[in-house]
């Protein structure tokens, strides 16, 4: 092949490679990312019982994601959506913002609820970000304690998990009926 015709190709070439799209590579997913739907009830024992139900899709991370509820007629109630420093709540009374998860859910429902921890509580295991132990047989046995919380797990296969607080008083049971993946 003579210089010419080489050069010529080289030229084609590069002209074809400058016009070429490079797609940028796609985020990577978080790898702590999670999704789970299902029923959650909330009991308030004490003075001033009271309690809450609701369906729930809940998605993300401890970090970033969002937890819409949906009442038990199928209507959305409201959506939580958070990201680091940031948690933004929105319903039908309109959009109000917290801190962190922690204060939402007590705002929302007078308690202490550790939001956060939940993501890995329904996988059957403890939240990686605190430490924890095992359920003594006197504490109910299958599960385990963090935050002040025994997490029962017996049920995990059937996608039943109860976690319970009984100081500071008053108790306050969730109980989490997971839907089948």
């Known amino acids: 092949m003579t210089r ?16 070429a799209t ?9 790898p702590l990312a999670r999704s789970y739907a299902g029923r959650l009830a909330v009991k308030v024992e004490g003075d001033d019982a009271r309690s809450f139900s609701a369906g729930f899709d809940l998605q993300g991370s401890d970090v970033r994601g969002q937890l819409a509820l949906i ?3 199928g ?13 933004l709540w929105q319903s039908a009374d309109g ?14 429902l007078g308690e202490a609820v550790p939001l956060a921890a939940l993501f890995d509580w329904m996988a059957g295991r403890p939240w ?5 132990r095992p359920l003594s047989d006197t504490e109910g046995g299958t599960g ?10 017996a049920r995990i296969s059937d996608g039943v998990i109860v976690a319970q607080r009984r100081l500071p ?3 306050l049971t969730v109980r989490i009926k997971l839907d089948p993946p």
Do not use: H, K, Y
């Open 71 to 73: 009442s038990p007629i």
């Open 128 to 132: 990686q970000a605190m430490p924890s």
């Open 75 to 87: 209507t959305q109630v409201g959506r939580a959506v958070w990201q680091p420093g940031s948690v």
């Open 95 to 108: 959009e109000r913002r917290f801190d962190n998860l922690d204060a939402l859910a007590e705002d929302m």
């Open 4 to 19: 010419r015709p080489l050069l010529a190709a080289i030229l084609v070439l590069a002209t074809l490679a400058g016009c």
């Open 169 to 171: 008083a008053p108790t």
């Open 144 to 153: 385990f304690r963090q935050l002040g919380w025994n997490v029962q797990t």
């Open 22 to 30: 490079v797609t940028p590579p796609a985020a990577a997913p978080d």
